[in-house]
């Protein structure tokens, strides 16, 4: 395999590591999730991703507002 090959797929999964985690603390947070928030999460960036997590922290915001941004 090669080197880009090796961080392409490092790359993924990671991503996919850290969607997952955060569905794990939204559950958490918000209890059951509406089925609208897989495809969220399904088409997020890292950037997005983190985003959400670091809005999780000492926020008061619903979960509509904080992954759609309303």
């Given at each position: 395999?090669?080197?880009?090959?090796?961080?392409?797929?490092?790359?993924?999964?990671?991503?996919?590591?850290?969607?997952?985690?955060?569905?794990?603390?939204?559950?958490?947070?918000?209890?059951?999730?509406?089925?609208?928030?897989?495809?969220?999460?399904?088409?997020?960036?890292?950037?997005?991703?983190?985003?959400?997590?670091?809005?999780?922290l000492?926020?008061?915001?619903?979960?509509?507002?904080?992954l759609?941004?309303?």
């Amino acid at each position: 395999m090669s080197d880009a090959r090796k961080w392409e797929w490092y790359d993924r999964y990671k991503l996919k590591g850290e969607v997952r985690l955060l569905r794990h603390l939204l559950e958490h947070r918000f209890g059951a999730l509406p089925a609208w928030i897989d495809e969220q999460l399904g088409k997020a960036t890292e950037r997005e991703i983190i985003r959400w997590g670091q809005g999780l922290l000492g926020t008061k915001l619903s979960l509509e507002q904080l992954l759609r941004g309303r």
